[in-house]
Structures are given as structure tokens and as C-alpha cells.
């Protein structure tokens, strides 16, 4: 499976951005979402099957961002709301057949970053 993520740019806090990550080839059961702020570590954000059954958010996330697919078009989707300059950091799509490997930052696949700046 190959990832293509879009949707990055510049915005003020509280404001709002959609990301969006396309699949192609074969498809892998969990997708998700990953960032990497500058100076830190690269961390999990969020991922969720395709059936749309699990879910899993980090907790710096959860109740701003939302996570949905399109399975006619094999996208997922990074709704963010309520965006604050911590939310700063390059977002990179992600997929593995198993969800749990997501959530320990090992997925088998990534996309390319996209840059997501959020001014105060």
C-alpha cells in the first residue's frame, strides 16, 4: 500500500484543518496518524480500522480531532478542531494490518509528512 497525505497549511489557534490520506494498492485494515513537533519524538495521534469499529485516539487529541474513511475512495480523514500551537508538527499517514501496532508506533507503512502549523 502506498499513502498519500494532504490537507496541512497555516492556521491560528482555535481554528481548523482537515487532513486527508489516500491509499493505494493493497489496502491494510488499520490507518491512522502520527506527528512529529519539532525538537520531539515522533508520536501516535490516532488510528482506526476500516471497519470503523476501533477506534483509538491519544488523549492530547481526544475530544478536538476526529478520524473518519471513505471506503469507496480508501481515505482517511483527520478532522482538527479547536487546533492550539502544540498541535504544531509535520503529520504523517500511517497503515498496518493490526491496530494495535499502530498504537506502539510501529505500523508496516507511511506516507509523507504534511506540515501542520497552528500560530497563536
Known amino acids: 500500500v502506498q499513502l498519500q497525505a494532504s490537507g496541512g497549511g497555516l492556521v491560528q489557534a482555535g481554528g481548523s484543518l482537515r487532513l486527508s490520506c489516500a491509499a493505494s494498492?493493497?489496502?491494510?485494515?488499520?490507518m491512522g496518524w502520527f506527528r512529529q513537533a519539532p525538537g520531539k519524538e515522533r508520536e501516535f495521534v490516532v488510528a482506526?480500522?476500516?471497519?470503523?469499529?476501533?477506534?483509538s485516539y491519544v488523549d492530547s487529541v481526544q475530544g478536538r480531532f476526529t478520524i473518519s474513511r471513505d471506503n469507496a475512495k480508501d481515505t482517511v480523514y483527520l478532522q482538527m478542531n479547536s487546533l492550539k500551537p502544540e498541535d504544531t508538527a509535520v503529520y504523517y499517514c500511517a497503515a498496518d494490518p493490526v491496530i494495535y501496532r499502530m498504537r506502539l508506533g510501529v505500523p508496516a507503512r507511511w506516507g509523507r509528512g504534511t506540515l501542520v502549523t497552528v500560530s497563536s
Open positions: 482506526m480500522t476500516w471497519s470503523g469499529e476501533r477506534t
Open positions: 494498492g493493497r489496502a491494510f485494515d488499520a
